[in-house]
C-alpha cells in the first residue's frame, strides 16, 4: 500500500500529549486517516488509560483500539532537556493535542504563546473539564460529572427513580469526535487563509454534550420548563421507547414523523387511526401517548423480535432490535461494512476493535500499525526525526528523561 492510500490526512504530523479518553480519541480519529501521530507518555508511567479496565491477563483491552496508528515516544517535558526535545518537535509538528488542567502548560513554559516562538504554524487543541475560561476553569473534570454538569444525566432515567448516567464515557468519545473535528478546520484554515497562521482551539468536556441539547435549551428559554427525566424520546415523538416481543427480546421503535407513523398504522392494520383526530398528527399523538403506547405494545407482543422487525422493515417503520455486543458480532451488517477488524497485539496475539469510519472513496483510513508499547519509537523519533546520537539517546534513557 501506498503513503497515497493511507488517508486524507497523510503527511500531517501530530503531537498527542493527552491521557484517557476525550484528546487522545480525538488524535487516534486523525491517526486513522492518516496522520502521524506521535504519543507522548511519562517515561515509565505512560499514559492513565494503559492501566484502566478492562483487562485480559492483565492487558489493558481499550489500549489496542483507542491507540491504534500512534507511535510513543516516552518524554518528561517538565524537566529542561525534555522541553528543549519536544520544542524541537513542535517546530516540525502541525497539530498539538493536549488536556492537562488549564494554566499546566503555561506553568512549564510550554504555553501557546512560547510553542508559537518554535512554530508560528502550529495548531494547538485544548481539553479540560470546563473550557481555559470561567470560573470553574481550574476545576477538575472528567467524563460522568461532565456528563452530570452539561444537563444530559438529569433527563436520562425514570422519574421515579434517581438519574442515570452513561454506562460508558460517552461525554469524552462525543468530545474526541469534537477534538479531530476542530484540528481539521484550524488545519484548513491555516492552509488556505491569506496568514497561515495557526491557531488555539479548546473546548470544555461538559460543552460538547451540551451542545447537542438545543432543544432543551430553546424550551426552557420559551416555556420554562424543566424537562423530568424519562426514558426514550418523551416529549418528542409518538409512539417511541422499547417494547418487548412475544418471545421476551426487545426491540426499539420511533416514529418521528407523521409519514413513518402511517406506515406503521398500516403494518399495525389499524388505518383507522389516520382518520382519528386523536392520533393523525404527532403533537395529537403526544397527547394522547398512553392509548398510543397501549396500541403499538399489544401489536408487538403478538411477534418474536425477528418476525417483527422482518415484517416492519419490510414497511419501512424504523425499528432495531436490540443488540448485546454478541449479537453484533454474529451481525451481516456489521460484517459487510467491516465494522470490527483485528489489529496485532504482543502479547494477546490479536484483539478485536472498532473499524474505521466513515468511509472516503478516494482516501479511505488504514489500521497501519498496532498501539505502541511504552517508549516504542523512542529510537526512531529522537534519532531519525531530531539527529540524536546513539549515546544522546542513552544519556537521556539514564537521566530519566525519556
Known sequence: MTAKNFGPLTGTKI???STMIAAPFGATLLADF?????????????DTLRTVGPWKDGEALRWPGLARNKKSLTLDIRTDEGKKIFKKLIAQSDILIENFRPGTLEKWDL???DLKKENPELVMVRVSGYGQTGPYREKAGFGTPGTAFSGHTAIQGYPDRPPVSPSYSLLDYITGVYVAFAAVAALYHRDTGEE????????????????????????YDQNKKIRERSPGLSGHSSPAGTYETKDGKFVVLVCSTDSTFDRLAKAMGREDM???DRYYTNSERLKNDDDVQKIVSDFIKQYTQKELTENLDAQGVPVSPIYTIEDIFNDPQYKARENIVEVEHPRLGKVKVPGIVPKFSKTPGA??????????????ILSEALGLSEEEINALKEQGII
Not at 34 to 46: D, F, Q, R
Not at 196 to 219: D, K, N, T
Open 274 to 276: 389516520l382518520e382519528d
Open 15 to 17: 503531537l498527542d500529549i
Open 111 to 113: 504555553g501557546y504563546e
Open 34 to 46: 492518516g496522520a502521524e501521530v506521535i504519543k507522548i507518555e511519562l517515561p515509565n508511567k505512560g
Open 367 to 380: 489500521i497501519r500499525h498496532r498501539a505502541p508499547e511504552l517508549g516504542e519509537h523512542n529510537n526512531e
Open 196 to 219: 497561515h497562521e495557526g491557531q488555539v482551539v479548546e473546548m470544555g468536556l461538559y460543552e460538547s454534550i451540551f451542545r447537542m441539547l438545543e432543544f432543551l435549551v430553546a424550551e
